[in-house]
Structure formats: C-alpha cells, structure tokens
C-alpha cells in the first residue's frame, strides 16, 4: 500500500487545472460526475488509502445526486445531499481565521469619472435587492457582499479596468472573522507538507473543484449549473450558523475565501493575489444594509483606480 505522502504526490496536476465548459448545452451533472469518478480512479489507481477513497467516493456520490435533485427542481432535497456531502468529509478542518485583513471591491459607476461614495461600495441595499442578480456563491434576490484580495482580481471580476472605475479599500471591525477557506491548499511542494495535510488536499480537493467550474462563454445564460454547488454551500453556512453547528461555538463563520475561477484555468501554484471572498447577509431587512455586515465591515476609502 503506497504512502499517503506517495499518493499525493501521483496525482496528475491536470486534475488541479479545470479548463472552462466550452459547450453550454453539456449536461453538468454528468460532466461533474465524469470529473469526480476520474478523480476516483487516479486514486485506486496510484493505490491510495481505502478510507481516502471511500470518503471521496461518497462525496461525489452526494454532489451528483444533490446536482440531480436541483435539475428536479428539488432544491430541498439537494441541499440535503449537499448536506450530507459536507458532513462525509468534515468542512470544520478548513475554516480559517483572517486576522486584521485587507479587501477591496470594485464598482463602476453609470457616469465615466464619477466616484461612488463609501455607502455605495458594500453590498446591494435590501431596498434595491431586484438588482441582486444570480452569482457563484448567492441565489439572485438575496444581496451578498463580494471582496477581493487586490484592486486586480476586482476589477477582472466586473470585466472593467477603466480609469473610472471606483475602488474601495475595505477592513474589519473586528480583529478575526472566520471564513471556511477553500484556499486552503497553499504550499504546492508536497514535500514540503505532513502527511496528514497531504491527506486533507486529496479529501478535500473535490469539494474546491464542484465550486470552481465555470463556462468559457456564459453571457447568455440565465441559468448557470456551475453555481449550484457553490450557492448550495453558502446556503449550508448561513443554516448552519443559526445554531453554531459548524464551529461549535459563538463565533461564526460568516463567509467564504476561495480563488477566482479565472485563476484555475491556468497552472498550479494559484496566485494569491487572485483571492475572492463572498459575505452573505444573515439577517434580511426592508432598507438599508444588513447590520451583520456593517458590524464586520467599513470602507476605509474609496478613490478612482486612475488616481491610485
């Protein structure tokens, strides 16, 4: 039986590299089902620990089945399944604690050279929650606010890097918010790590792949399948934090860091600078911004990217 250490290091690197969906008429459920049982049978195949390979079995079990009942119009029962699949391969091991960080958002305003004020730059006001379209990680209609971890990822997140564009530097109220990070895998030496976070990549690594697939041309889709997993999972932390059942304690987890699906197309190592965070509300209202929000979250400045 090979090591867990030779294990990881045998899995081809094409599988950390996902290409985007080129043809919008693919059927997903059968495309992502097609990505996890090969994935499965690299590890069977460079004889991996049994118990590695179950548990990815069962999760990949879970996220086509939860992919299926979506397509059922069964969104109850996939989130069950998602559920499920989460529990299979405990999410706890990866929420991270961001300590006094740093974030930015984009935005354009309707009028070239005009910068938008610091109420402008959080997330969609609930009165105005009609212009929340559907994301990767938020069902349309319910606001979320999306961060990055440089002026760069923002703006090739809204497609613009015009002069005009407004760019708002955003920091914590609080010293440590806890996110659950699929960023989590770091270090691509596997030399360099312990056998045991050798073993979290492989389990885990399934989980960061059904989050980050996407479509090579997707301005015509009113439906994106690439978002279901993601918005299942954000829908997870929101359900689960009403009653402290993921960390078990007080503080919650209020988001998700994760690596622009724009990055993932290329080689490993992912850049760091190509972070994105999504922060949902928990808490609706008729006005305003969401007071979960506002107490995690002020926008220190915000100026014109030409003038930075």
């Not at 740093?102 to 070239?112: D, T």
């Not at 938020?138 to 923002?154: A, E, I, M, R, T």
């Not at 829908?235 to 209020?254: F, H, L, M, P, S």
């Not at 197309?265 to 922060?279: G, T």
Request: with cysteine; proline share 4%; hydrophobic share 35%.
């Amino acid at each position: 039986m090979e090591s867990v250490k030779t294990m990881v290091n045998q899995i081809p690197k094409t599988f950390f590299k996902l290409e985007p969906i080129a043809d919008n008429k693919v059927y997903f459920p059968k495309y992502v089902r097609s990505y996890l049982d090969e994935y499965t049978s690299c590890l069977e195949k460079i004889h991996c620990n049994n118990d590695v390979i179950e548990t990815v079995m069962e999760f990949s079990n879970n996220i086509v089945c939860s992919l299926l009942e979506y397509y059922s119009g069964q969104h109850r029962i996939a989130y069950e399944y998602l559920s499920a699949a989460l529990k299979r391969i405990d999410i706890r091991q990866i929420i991270f604690e961001l300590i006094d960080t740093r974030f930015y958002r984009a935005r354009k305003a309707e009028e070239r050279g005009i910068c938008l004020a610091k109420s402008e730059m959080l997330h969609v006001p609930f009165e105005k929650r009609y212009l929340a379209k559907t994301q990767r990680y938020s069902y349309p209609g319910l606001p979320c606010l999306y961060l990055g971890s440089s002026v760069d990822v923002c703006c090739e997140e809204i497609g613009c890097r015009d002069a005009d564009v407004s760019i708002a530097t955003i920091k914590s109220c609080t010293k440590k918010i806890k996110v659950l990070d699929l960023c989590f895998f770091k270090d691509w030496n596997f030399d360099n790590l312990r056998d045991e976070q050798k073993e979290k990549i492989t389990i885990l690594w399934p989980l960061v792949a059904c989050c980050s697939f996407s479509y090579k041309d997707s301005k015509d889709m009113a439906f994106r399948p690439d978002y279901i997993i993601p918005q299942l999972l954000l829908e997870y932390i929101v359900d689960r934090n009403a009653t402290n059942d993921i960390t078990g304690c007080q503080d919650k987890v209020v988001g998700i860091r994760y690596y622009s699906v724009r990055e993932m197309d290329k080689e490993i190592p992912y850049r760091r600078d190509r972070i994105n965070y999504a922060f949902p509300v928990q808490k609706s209202a008729e006005t305003g911004l969401s007071e979960d929000i506002t107490a995690i979250f002020y926008v220190k400045d915000v100026q014109l990217r030409g003038t930075m």
